[in-house]
């Protein structure tokens, strides 16, 4: 069975770091990603790996700011996130695809997790 736990949220002041981390269990994946939802808006789109960095893709809104990298070994994803800002605040969600590419799209993905909250204060 295919899990996917996220952990590392808090909150955190604007200017502030934190690292996300997804463990995942049940088999490994050659795409793994980021998205987020904030209150009221759609889930959207932070970042995607294939293949511990051979293939990233960010969205604008976080390029520069965010890391996303893998530990292939303890099979689990990262999201390194520097220079927070209060639009930054949402509930952070780890997801996998079976198969390979990194895509904006919600629907390429196949697995989720339950999400972890992130809160930037101004």
């Known amino acids: 069975q295919v899990q996917l736990v996220e952990s590392g949220g808090g909150l955190v002041q604007a200017g502030g770091s934190l690292r996300l981390s997804c463990a995942a269990s049940?088999?490994?994946?050659?795409?793994m990603a980021w998205f987020r939802q904030a209150p009221g808006k759609e889930r959207e789109f932070v970042a995607a790996d294939n293949w511990s960095g051979g293939n990233t893709l960010y969205a604008d809104s976080v390029k520069g700011r965010f890391t996303i990298s893998r530990d292939n070994g303890k099979n689990t994803l990262y999201l390194q996130m520097n220079s927070l800002k209060p639009e930054d605040t949402a509930v952070y969600y780890c997801t996998a695809r079976r198969g390979s590419g990194v895509f904006l799209a919600i629907a390429m993905y196949d697995y989720w997790g339950q999400g972890t909250q992130v809160t930037v204060s101004s």
């Open positions: 049940g088999r490994t994946f050659s795409t």
